[in-house]
């Protein structure tokens, strides 16, 4: 269903952005004006018409948005791949419940499409593994969407 176009999230993007999830964000690069994508997996959508995102201070992202707020997020999900336009700001320059210094960054959706090509969908979607401490990396991931949610 290729090049249908919303305004806001579909319920099966909202659903899934209900928890963490592999997505990519581009951005505008601060200094050189070119497109930046960075992978991230701390995502909520606190409703169809925003999504939060938890990033490192440090993270480039932050950067980009300051001086140029459109962003896309790309999402593999419902069978196909999605386009999230919008402005992003910096909702939170510290998450204060996070032991790690995190950004929270707000999108608000101005369009949400599907971009799959035509005639194909996706069979299996993106896995990833943490490949540090299980158990803290359980732990950091529930503080992380909690604190998404208490600011939505």
């Known amino acids: ?22 997505v990519t964000i581009a951005s505008i690069d601060y200094e050189t004006g070119s497109p930046n994508v960075s992978a991230i997996s701390w995502v909520y959508a606190p409703d169809h018409h925003r999504i939060f995102f938890a990033i490192d ?6 950067d980009n948005i300051k001086k140029h707020p459109a962003i896309v997020l790309s999402l593999i ?9 919008g402005n992003a700001h910096i909702k939170e320059e510290k998450l204060e419940e996070i032991p790690l210094k995190l950004s929270l960054i ?3 959706i101005s369009e949400v499409r599907d971009v799959m090509f035509y005639g194909s969908r ?20 529930k503080q992380v969407l909690q604190a998404m949610k208490n600011k939505g």
Do not use: C, G, W
């Open 1 to 22: 269903m290729a090049n249908k176009v919303e305004t806001s999230l579909i319920d099966p993007l909202f659903n899934t952005l209900q928890k963490e999830r592999f």
């Open 57 to 62: 201070q440090r993270s480039r992202i932050v």
């Open 77 to 85: 999900a419902n069978e196909s791949t999605y386009s999230i336009n």
């Open 106 to 108: 707000e999108l608000r």
């Open 122 to 141: 996706i069979s299996v979607e993106p896995h990833y593994d943490k490949t540090y401490d299980e158990n803290a990396a359980e732990k950091l991931d």
